[in-house]
Nanobody, 119 residues
Framework: QVHLVESGGGLVQPGGSLRLSCAASGNIFSINTMGWYRQAPGKERELVAT???????NYGDSVKGRFTISRDNARDTMYLQMYSLKPEDTAVYYC?????????????WGQGTQVTVSS
């Protein structure tokens, strides 16, 4: 299995910035998709952004233009650079790793890191 370790969460004021990191280890495949999802209390988990090993990205509508996802394949590490943070961005952010084997997708999740946007 794949083990994911997240870091970078914390408290930030509205309009501020924050950078999250996620490092993968274990039985990792070179062809994969990494992503960030978030979940606020009482709400469903939602897509923030994903990025493939080839660099193709996809963003949730609520973060387009404000967040940037990137990855370092040599380090199996993914980053989420967040700018212009809003109180509604407050949530637990989860790192996701998806890889395929024999036509099946396998998902792995990090423990989550809290991001709080408040004045």
């Amino acid at each position: 299995q794949v083990h994911l370790v997240e870091s970078g969460g914390g408290l930030v004021q509205p309009g501020g910035s924050l950078r999250l990191s996620c490092a993968a280890s274990g039985n990792i495949f070179s062809i994969n998709t990494m992503g960030w999802y978030r979940q606020a209390p009482g709400k469903e988990r939602e897509l923030v952004a994903t990025i493939t090993n080839t660099g193709y990205t996809n963003y949730g509508d609520s973060v387009k233009g404000r967040f940037t996802i990137s990855r370092d394949n040599a380090r199996d590490t993914m980053y989420l650079q967040m700018y212009s943070l809003k109180p509604e961005d407050t949530a637990v952010y989860y790192c996701n790793w998806r890889q395929s084997s024999w036509g099946r997708d396998y998902d792995y999740w990090g423990q989550g890191t809290q991001v709080t946007v408040s004045s």
